[in-house]
């Protein structure tokens, strides 16, 4: 016979009323913040507010047809499918004891990483850009490249269908090599394990040792390179000048060497093809 449950004491019912209260209040507030938002993006007084119903509703229609279409539900039924398998390997691998080391790194490194974040964040930023101008200006060059990447590609791929098939056939060989592997590697684990211990305490004593000199080089170092800072700047000035003013030498022999590279094309070209109509007579002179 089951025993009856006993009634949730006084303090029990204050906290979760108390709890009730809090949850309703906040969903209350996000209630009246939402609201507020709505009224001031679909405000009527300055006529924007239609304009912005037009286009959510063309644009809706829009997604409305386009989600309809076999490549959209093929894509949803992609999502939803590596979705479901994330679930299910996931999660027993999120409540895995083996994962607590892990979200403790996470943790730590994310406290740890933030100041750095926000102190590269400028150059980060910097790079970025930089980044983005570098690719667009070498666009035209990533035609070719996808080309090769392509043949690449068509090329490796007998390769991995054979190398497949050999492994595939070979799935005894490979067991017993393993299973040797195992037994020969499995008794040394320990004492692998005991010398990384005594490695790493040496190392940290090596290290905790060595941290004090080279903080004391570093900052005379630091203090070196100041105090020799305006020699470094007018050795790089002088190194500016020079390609400055080696550039219209470096400019010329590079269109000497495009002519020249152009004429013996053209040579080798009518050399191969001999077949050209006999009216036609191409000369290039190289300009010296």
Avoid: C, W
């Amino acid at each position: 016979m089951s025993t009856i449950p006993s009634l949730p004491s006084r303090d029990d019912v204050l906290r979760m009323a108390r709890n009730t209260t809090d949850i309703t209040g906040q969903l209350l507030d996000t209630a009246g913040n939402i609201t507020r938002i709505a009224i001031n993006t679909f405000d009527p007084r300055d006529g924007s507010g239609t304009e912005v119903l037009r286009v959510l509703r063309e644009t809706t229609a829009e997604l409305a047809e386009a989600s309809a279409s076999p490549q959209a539900q093929e894509a949803f039924y992609r999502i939803v499918d590596t979705l479901t398998r994330l679930g299910t390997t996931g999660a027993p691998l999120a409540v895995h004891p083996v994962s607590e080391p892990a979200q403790a790194l996470l943790a730590a490194l994310g406290d740890s990483l933030l100041p750095v974040l926000d102190a590269v964040e400028p150059a980060v930023e910097e790079f970025a850009t930089a980044l983005g101008d570098f690719v667009e200006a070498t666009s035209p060059l990533l035609p070719a490249a996808a080309g090769v990447f392509a043949g690449l590609l068509l090329a490796l791929t007998p390769l991995i269908r054979a190398a497949t098939d050999v492994l595939r056939d070979s799935t005894p060989e490979l067991r017993r090599i393993a299973d040797a592997l195992t037994a020969a590697l499995a008794p040394l684990m320990p004492l692998q394990v005991a010398l990384a211990e005594r490695a790493a305490a040496a190392g940290a004593n090596v290290v905790r040792g060595t941290l004090p000199p080279l903080a004391d080089l570093t900052e005379a170092a630091a203090a070196t390179a100041k105090a020799a800072r305006p020699v470094l700047i007018a050795g790089e000035e002088l190194l500016v000048s020079g390609l400055e003013q080696l550039q219209p030498l470096f400019l010329a022999t590079a269109s000497r060497t495009g002519r020249v590279a152009r004429a013996a094309a053209v040579r080798v070209s009518a050399a191969v093809s001999p077949t050209a109509e006999p009216g036609v007579v191409v000369a290039v002179t190289p300009l010296g």
